[in-house]
Protein backbone atom coordinates (compact mmCIF):
# COMPACT_ATOMS: atom_id res chain seq x y z
CA UNK A 1 0.00 0.00 0.00
CA UNK A 2 1.02 3.29 -0.27
CA UNK A 3 0.72 4.29 3.30
CA UNK A 4 2.35 3.84 6.41
CA UNK A 5 1.68 0.16 7.56
CA UNK A 6 1.81 -1.18 11.29
CA UNK A 7 1.07 -4.36 12.74
CA UNK A 8 -0.56 -6.29 14.91
CA UNK A 9 -3.35 -3.68 14.73
CA UNK A 10 -3.55 -4.88 18.00
CA UNK A 11 -1.73 -6.96 20.99
CA UNK A 12 -3.07 -8.16 24.24
CA UNK A 13 -0.49 -9.60 26.22
CA UNK A 14 0.36 -10.45 30.40
CA UNK A 15 2.60 -8.54 32.36
CA UNK A 16 6.47 -9.75 32.10
CA UNK A 17 6.29 -10.81 28.60
CA UNK A 18 8.01 -9.29 25.73
CA UNK A 19 6.17 -7.15 22.65
CA UNK A 20 7.32 -6.22 19.08
CA UNK A 21 5.64 -3.94 17.30
CA UNK A 22 6.07 -3.19 13.52
CA UNK A 23 6.12 -0.58 10.92
CA UNK A 24 6.40 0.04 7.51
CA UNK A 25 7.18 2.76 6.38
CA UNK A 26 6.15 5.12 2.88
CA UNK A 27 8.42 3.66 0.25
CA UNK A 28 11.47 6.18 -0.09
CA UNK A 29 11.09 7.94 3.19
CA UNK A 30 13.88 8.43 5.23
CA UNK A 31 12.97 9.63 8.07
CA UNK A 32 10.41 7.46 10.68
CA UNK A 33 9.44 8.16 14.26
CA UNK A 34 7.30 6.23 16.85
CA UNK A 35 5.01 7.38 19.25
CA UNK A 36 3.04 6.54 21.97
CA UNK A 37 -0.80 7.86 22.54
CA UNK A 38 -2.29 6.96 26.00
CA UNK A 39 -6.14 7.54 26.58
CA UNK A 40 -7.26 11.05 25.97
CA UNK A 41 -3.46 12.52 25.65
CA UNK A 42 -1.89 13.77 22.39
CA UNK A 43 0.89 11.57 20.87
CA UNK A 44 4.35 11.36 22.90
CA UNK A 45 7.41 11.81 20.53
CA UNK A 46 9.68 8.09 21.58
CA UNK A 47 12.19 7.88 18.65
CA UNK A 48 13.38 9.32 15.71
CA UNK A 49 15.69 7.30 12.71
CA UNK A 50 17.10 8.70 9.99
CA UNK A 51 18.20 5.90 7.59
CA UNK A 52 19.40 3.19 9.93
CA UNK A 53 20.50 5.30 13.07
CA UNK A 54 18.43 6.42 15.75
CA UNK A 55 18.82 9.85 15.68
CA UNK A 56 16.84 11.20 18.23
CA UNK A 57 15.79 8.49 21.61
CA UNK A 58 14.98 11.41 23.74
CA UNK A 59 11.32 9.96 24.08
CA UNK A 60 12.11 6.64 25.16
CA UNK A 61 10.90 6.03 28.84
CA UNK A 62 13.09 3.87 30.17
CA UNK A 63 15.66 1.00 29.01
CA UNK A 64 12.58 -1.41 28.43
CA UNK A 65 12.13 0.26 25.04
CA UNK A 66 14.09 -0.41 22.27
CA UNK A 67 13.73 -0.15 18.75
CA UNK A 68 15.81 -1.10 15.49
CA UNK A 69 15.49 0.13 11.92
CA UNK A 70 18.27 -2.13 10.05
CA UNK A 71 17.78 -1.84 7.21
CA UNK A 72 16.45 1.72 6.64
CA UNK A 73 13.24 0.99 5.84
CA UNK A 74 10.84 -1.21 8.33
CA UNK A 75 11.12 -0.46 11.84
CA UNK A 76 10.54 -2.51 14.91
CA UNK A 77 9.63 -1.41 18.80
CA UNK A 78 10.48 -3.53 21.12
CA UNK A 79 9.10 -3.95 24.82
CA UNK A 80 10.67 -5.71 27.45
CA UNK A 81 9.21 -6.92 30.59
CA UNK A 82 5.88 -5.17 29.76
CA UNK A 83 3.63 -3.59 32.33
CA UNK A 84 0.62 -2.08 32.60
CA UNK A 85 1.50 1.53 32.51
CA UNK A 86 2.85 0.42 28.73
CA UNK A 87 -0.81 -0.08 27.70
CA UNK A 88 -1.45 2.77 25.01
CA UNK A 89 -1.80 3.31 21.20
CA UNK A 90 1.95 3.11 19.30
CA UNK A 91 1.61 5.24 15.87
CA UNK A 92 4.62 5.36 13.64
CA UNK A 93 5.08 8.15 10.98
CA UNK A 94 7.27 8.72 8.32
CA UNK A 95 8.73 11.72 6.58
CA UNK A 96 10.76 12.51 3.42
CA UNK A 97 13.70 13.24 5.92
CA UNK A 98 15.80 16.53 6.71
CA UNK A 99 14.99 19.91 5.21
CA UNK A 100 11.63 18.71 4.40
CA UNK A 101 9.42 21.00 6.21
CA UNK A 102 6.06 19.17 6.22
CA UNK A 103 3.91 16.84 8.15
CA UNK A 104 4.95 13.65 9.03
CA UNK A 105 2.13 10.43 7.53
CA UNK A 106 0.75 8.12 10.09
CA UNK A 107 -0.13 4.69 10.33
CA UNK A 108 -3.27 3.74 11.82
CA UNK A 109 -1.31 2.82 15.31
CA UNK A 110 -0.73 -0.50 16.77
CA UNK A 111 -3.17 -0.92 20.08
CA UNK A 112 -1.28 -2.44 23.06
CA UNK A 113 -3.02 -4.04 26.13
CA UNK A 114 -1.31 -5.22 28.93
CA UNK A 115 -2.81 -7.12 31.88
CA UNK B 1 6.26 20.09 31.22
CA UNK B 2 3.62 20.18 28.35
CA UNK B 3 5.11 22.43 25.56
CA UNK B 4 2.29 22.33 23.63
CA UNK B 5 -1.55 22.83 25.22
CA UNK B 6 -4.66 22.66 24.02
CA UNK B 7 -6.85 23.47 27.02
CA UNK B 8 -10.80 22.67 25.88
CA UNK B 9 -10.72 18.77 25.91
CA UNK B 10 -14.04 19.13 23.71
CA UNK B 11 -15.95 22.05 21.47
CA UNK B 12 -19.95 21.50 20.35
CA UNK B 13 -20.92 23.26 17.52
CA UNK B 14 -23.90 23.62 15.37
CA UNK B 15 -23.57 22.35 11.55
CA UNK B 16 -22.92 25.59 9.06
CA UNK B 17 -21.21 27.71 12.05
CA UNK B 18 -17.58 28.30 12.75
CA UNK B 19 -15.33 26.51 14.72
CA UNK B 20 -12.61 27.82 16.75
CA UNK B 21 -9.98 25.23 18.48
CA UNK B 22 -7.58 27.07 19.98
CA UNK B 23 -3.35 26.10 20.77
CA UNK B 24 -0.81 27.20 23.04
CA UNK B 25 2.77 27.02 23.47
CA UNK B 26 5.43 27.25 25.46
CA UNK B 27 8.71 26.97 23.25
CA UNK B 28 9.76 30.21 21.65
CA UNK B 29 12.19 27.68 19.15
CA UNK B 30 9.14 26.37 17.89
CA UNK B 31 9.08 27.89 14.11
CA UNK B 32 6.57 25.29 12.30
CA UNK B 33 2.98 24.65 13.41
CA UNK B 34 0.70 22.07 12.14
CA UNK B 35 -3.21 20.72 12.98
CA UNK B 36 -3.73 16.87 12.83
CA UNK B 37 -7.43 15.26 12.51
CA UNK B 38 -8.02 12.10 13.88
CA UNK B 39 -11.20 9.41 13.38
CA UNK B 40 -11.32 6.82 15.94
CA UNK B 41 -9.21 3.42 15.36
CA UNK B 42 -7.16 5.55 12.42
CA UNK B 43 -4.08 7.90 12.68
CA UNK B 44 -3.63 11.76 12.71
CA UNK B 45 -3.99 12.64 9.18
CA UNK B 46 -2.62 15.63 8.47
CA UNK B 47 -5.31 19.24 8.23
CA UNK B 48 -3.29 22.31 8.03
CA UNK B 49 0.31 23.80 8.82
CA UNK B 50 1.45 27.59 9.31
CA UNK B 51 5.80 28.48 9.50
CA UNK B 52 6.29 31.27 12.36
CA UNK B 53 7.11 33.69 9.33
CA UNK B 54 3.24 33.79 8.18
CA UNK B 55 0.35 34.90 10.35
CA UNK B 56 -2.43 33.29 8.83
CA UNK B 57 -3.01 30.31 6.33
CA UNK B 58 -5.94 29.35 4.24
CA UNK B 59 -7.27 26.40 2.99
CA UNK B 60 -10.89 25.89 1.98
CA UNK B 61 -12.65 25.90 5.17
CA UNK B 62 -9.98 25.71 7.40
CA UNK B 63 -7.64 28.80 8.41
CA UNK B 64 -5.20 28.40 10.70
CA UNK B 65 -4.09 31.95 12.67
CA UNK B 66 -0.77 32.34 14.48
CA UNK B 67 0.05 35.29 16.91
CA UNK B 68 3.88 34.38 17.83
CA UNK B 69 3.95 37.38 20.45
CA UNK B 70 1.07 35.80 22.84
CA UNK B 71 2.20 31.93 21.85
CA UNK B 72 -0.94 31.19 20.09
CA UNK B 73 -2.53 29.45 17.35
CA UNK B 74 -5.77 28.72 16.59
CA UNK B 75 -7.57 27.04 13.58
CA UNK B 76 -11.02 27.95 12.16
CA UNK B 77 -12.98 25.81 10.40
CA UNK B 78 -15.98 27.43 8.38
CA UNK B 79 -18.93 26.28 7.65
CA UNK B 80 -18.37 23.38 10.18
CA UNK B 81 -20.17 20.05 9.07
CA UNK B 82 -20.64 17.00 10.36
CA UNK B 83 -17.91 14.93 9.06
CA UNK B 84 -15.87 17.20 10.37
CA UNK B 85 -16.05 15.92 14.17
CA UNK B 86 -13.44 14.30 15.38
CA UNK B 87 -9.87 14.85 17.46
CA UNK B 88 -7.66 17.93 16.87
CA UNK B 89 -4.35 17.86 17.41
CA UNK B 90 -2.59 20.88 17.31
CA UNK B 91 1.75 20.02 16.89
CA UNK B 92 4.96 22.19 16.72
CA UNK B 93 8.80 21.80 15.80
CA UNK B 94 11.63 23.26 15.98
CA UNK B 95 13.70 23.24 12.75
CA UNK B 96 16.74 24.98 13.27
CA UNK B 97 20.20 22.93 12.79
CA UNK B 98 19.07 19.57 13.84
CA UNK B 99 16.18 19.45 11.75
CA UNK B 100 14.65 15.93 12.89
CA UNK B 101 11.24 17.26 11.77
CA UNK B 102 10.03 15.85 15.52
CA UNK B 103 6.76 17.26 16.60
CA UNK B 104 5.20 18.19 19.77
CA UNK B 105 1.88 17.11 19.90
CA UNK B 106 -1.20 19.09 22.30
CA UNK B 107 -3.61 17.16 23.98
CA UNK B 108 -6.09 17.05 21.64
CA UNK B 109 -10.01 19.08 21.13
CA UNK B 110 -12.75 16.65 20.04
CA UNK B 111 -14.95 18.38 18.15
CA UNK B 112 -18.53 17.53 17.64
CA UNK B 113 -20.71 19.32 14.58
CA UNK B 114 -24.28 18.77 15.31
CA UNK B 115 -26.33 18.34 12.22
Known amino acids: GAGVSQTPSNKVTEKGKYVELRCDPISGHTALYWYRQSLGQGPEFLIYFQGTGAADDSGLPNDRFFAVRPEGSVSTLKIQRTERGDSAVYLCASSRGPGYTGELFFGEGSRLTVL | DQQVKQNSPSLSVQEGRISILNCDYTNSMFDYFLWYKKYPAEGPTFLIS?????DKNEDGRFTVFLNKSAKHLSLHIVPSQPGDSAVYFC??????????????FGQGTTLQVKP
Open chain 2, 91 to 104: AASAHGSSNTGKLI
Open chain 2, 50 to 54: ISSIK
